[in-house]
């Protein structure tokens, strides 16, 4: 069974804070594709990164980062100096592709308020 | 590059009706998969389109169907709806055919509201 694990429900912090956001899976599958998605109040969901499960190298993207460790099936997101802009429901989500397609199993995903 | 549109945005149906939703694909994008999304049960998958053929179904009744036509816009169609229908359905399409592991990019939502 695949699975994704978003254990914080709500998060708030204050402009300029780190936060880290975790995200655990499970998959028996040797290939899966790992998904971080953003969406705020308008309701789209709007892709953030993507990473398959060959590459354990980190990512960077300018407040944005990522870590995936396959030892411990995560793959958490931290923002660095965190702005009200970021406020947005984040969701972690799961592709595990095989003959079927390609359906993303997300969890339940974590509020995060930023307050100034 | 216009994103992924979704028809209407906003509908109110009342149980036992039926109701059909549009999506039109990024340009160039050939795959089309459909979420719902509740408050309950969060995000979930209901089926995935690619060349007018449906390549993968989620756990819903048969009441849920869907359909991909040859420019690769998709509809999606609920009958004799319930109040448990209420929700946002997402529209996702992909440069990337089923299988791959692509990134995945959403519309706006059409938000069923069912009384």
């Known amino acids: 069974a695949q699975k994704v694990t978003q254990a914080q429900t709500e998060i708030s912090v204050v402009e300029k804070e780190d936060v880290t956001l975790d995200c655990v899976y499970e998959t028996r599958d040797t290939t899966y594709y790992l998904f971080w998605y953003k969406q705020p109040p308008s309701g789209e969901l709007v892709f953030l990164i993507r990473r398959n499960s060959f590459d354990e190298q980190n990512e960077i993207s300018g407040r944005y980062s990522w870590n995936f460790q396959k030892s411990t099936s995560s793959f958490n997101f931290t923002i660095t100096a965190s702005q009200v802009v970021d406020s947005a429901v984040y969701f972690c989500a799961l592709s595990a592709p095989g003959q079927a397609g390609t359906a993303l199993i997300f969890g339940k995903g974590t509020t995060l308020s930023v307050s100034s | 590059k216009a994103g992924v549109t979704q028809t209407p945005r906003y509908l109110i149906k009342t149980r036992g009706q039926q109701v059909t939703l549009s999506c039109s694909p990024i340009?160039?994008?050939?795959?089309v998969s459909w979420y719902q999304q509740t408050p309950g049960q969060g995000l979930q998958f209901l089926f995935e389109?690619?060349?007018?053929?449906?390549?993968n179904k989620g756990n819903f009744p048969g009441r849920f169907s869907g359909r991909q036509f040859s420019n690769s816009r998709s509809e999606m169609n609920v009958s004799t709806l319930e109040l448990g229908d209420s929700a946002l359905y997402l529209c996702?399409?992909?440069?990337?055919?089923?299988?791959?592991?692509?990134?995945?990019?959403f519309g706006p939502g059409t938000r069923l509201t069912v009384l």
């Open positions: 996702a399409s992909s440069l990337v055919v089923p299988g791959k592991g692509g990134e995945q990019f």
């Open positions: 389109y690619f060349s007018e053929t449906q390549r």
């Open positions: 340009s160039g994008h050939r795959s």
